[in-house]
């Protein structure tokens, strides 16, 4: 079963920055849109930014201006560059991507979302 495999979260002060990244843990067939979520404690799960494979972008109000969204194609990853963080900015952050993967015979499977275990970004004041 292919996972997608988060990093770069951490503790960062107010008017820091972070770099999240995620990638399949093996090789797929297509990814569609990726995006980023993310999920404060007490909080329903919201989307972040989003990034389609023509690399149209999409942004929660709370991030415009301070998150950028992108992707590398080539390495199959995605990545959310965040500045001027926030204390409002502290949740799990979770990856998304709409994937074909590979079926057990090795032939293309149907488009699915998968998600990331999730990583923590806090943002102290």
């Known amino acids: 079963q292919v996972q997608l495999v988060e990093s770069g979260g951490g503790l960062v002060q107010a008017g820091g920055s972070l770099r999240l990244s995620c990638a399949p843990s093996?090789?797929?067939?297509?990814?569609?849109?990726m995006g980023w979520y993310r999920q404060a404690p007490g909080k329903q799960r919201e989307l972040v930014a989003s990034?389609?494979?023509?690399?149209?972008?999409n942004y929660a109000d709370s991030a415009k201006g301070r998150f950028t969204i992108s992707r590398d194609n080539a390495k199959d990853t995605v990545y959310l560059e965040m500045k001027s963080l926030k204390p409002e900015d502290t949740a799990v952050y979770y990856c998304?991507?709409?994937?074909?993967?590979?079926?057990?015979?090795?032939?293309?499977?149907?488009?699915?979302?998968?998600w990331g275990q999730g990583t923590q970004v806090t943002v102290s004041s």
């Open positions: 998304n991507a709409n994937m074909r993967t590979y079926g057990a015979t090795g032939l293309p499977s149907d488009s699915s979302d998968y």
């Open positions: 093996r090789s797929v067939f297509v990814i569609n849109a």
């Open positions: 990034i389609t494979s023509s690399s149209i972008t």
